[in-house]
């Protein structure tokens, strides 16, 4: 498959950069950086464009996610985004927050979770490595299920209810995505799913899943129920390599998943289509240390990293993975050497370690 606004054959990469609310001004800089390094030893650029987005974008137009970001967007490929901090907004901004909107709006179905632990990190599980496909548009995420408005709504004050949204063509699409990552991996895809309880919404999920699975015979496959797998990631993590669900399980499952390794600041991930992708770490805006420049980069670095990988077997291009292997590689030897950010008992800064990856790879 070829590349809307990337040519596969040039040498410079458009990448379109939201900093995002919190800590978003400091990781996001640190991993351009890192990846400017990577692709540049590799024989490529990166023109990265800054579009407005999140509390500096409500300041500026009045909204967090401005029409002319929106529009932008349309024309990358790729994108680098931090976290927001909706929580922080005008009320009536807060919802629905911005990251839901850009899943939403651009149909990035697949949300990509690894969780793995590294050489230097004391980590929950030491032996953890596993990748969580997150289905990313429907599912019991009441901000995606609806045209207009929110899949919530309150027929009286005292009465709260939700819409879970399960398809047979959201399920086959992101079991596909299971599927094909198992082949690159270790060959064992778990669905997860709750149809002992959730019979027709999540039993949907597991039977199409289990359908697909028909079309890798050399793939593994079992299921779980979502609150047994949760106990099993902290009991026997070693023994699952792809987890796939819907997207609330999916969300619970990879924090747990990320703790487990080590830490969320070490936990990256893409939302991705079959032609535009996003890299946004697994963790929040932490105001609370935002400005400190202690915050972790390690999670929105190996997200682009991931990024790169995505456009790399989506392109052909070679190039861009093995700068995505070197970034890897890289922030793999940073940590082992023990130059780690406070979160993980160290007192290196967010610059001090982005520094220390772009040196290894230059």
């Known amino acids: 498959m070829t590349s809307k606004h990337n040519d596969d054959h040039s040498d410079v990469l458009r990448v379109a950069v939201l900093e995002g609310d919190g800590v978003g001004p400091e990781v996001v800089p ?16 990166v023109d990265a464009v800054p579009l407005a987005y999140g509390a500096t974008a409500i300041d500026s137009d009045g909204t967090p996610l401005p029409a002319a970001t929106l529009d932008s967007l349309e024309r990358f490929d790729l994108w680098v985004v931090g976290p927001h901090d909706n929580a922080a907004y005008p009320r009536e901004l807060q919802t629905p927050p911005p990251g839901a909107v850009l899943r939403k709006q651009f149909g990035l179905y697949a949300n990509l979770r690894p969780a793995q632990a590294l050489s230097g990190v004391a980590a929950t599980s030491p032996d953890i490595d596993v990748l969580i496909v997150r289905e990313n548009s429907e599912g019991f995420y009441a901000d995606r299920n609806m045209t207009i408005g929110s899949g919530e709504f309150m027929p009286t004050p005292d009465i709260a209810m939700a819409v879970g949204v399960v398809t047979r063509a959201a399920s086959q699409r992101i079991a596909v995505e299971a599927f094909d990552a198992a082949r690159r991996r270790r060959g064992h895809v778990t669905i997860v799913h709750k149809a002992n309880v959730l019979a027709l919404t999540t039993g949907l999920f597991r039977d199409v899943c289990l359908e697909v699975a028909k079309d890798y015979p050399d793939v593994r496959v079992d299921t779980e129920h979502v609150d047994a797998m949760a ?14 669900t819907e997207n609330l399980f999916g969300d619970i499952l990879s924090d747990l998943a990320g703790e487990l390794s080590g830490s969320l600041g070490l936990a990256p991930s893409i939302n991705a289509s079959h032609t535009q992708a996003m890299a946004q770490a697994v963790h929040g805006a932490a105001p609370t240390i935002a400005g400190t420049g202690t915050a972790n980069p390690v999670a929105m670095i190996l997200s682009v990293a991931m990024l790169l990988r995505w456009h790399g077997r989506r392109s052909g291009d070679a190039r861009a993975e093995a700068a995505a292997d070197a970034i890897d590689g890289a922030v793999a030897h940073v940590l082992a050497d023990g130059t780690v950010t406070a979160d993980l008992g160290g007192k290196a800064s967010t610059r001090d370690f982005g520094a220390a990856v772009v040196a290894h790879l230059t």
């Open 231 to 244: 106990a099993l990631l902290v009991r026997r993590p070693a023994e699952y390599d792809v987890i796939v």
């Open 30 to 45: 640190v991993a351009m950086d890192v990846a400017k390094a990577a692709l540049a030893a590799h024989g490529l650029t």
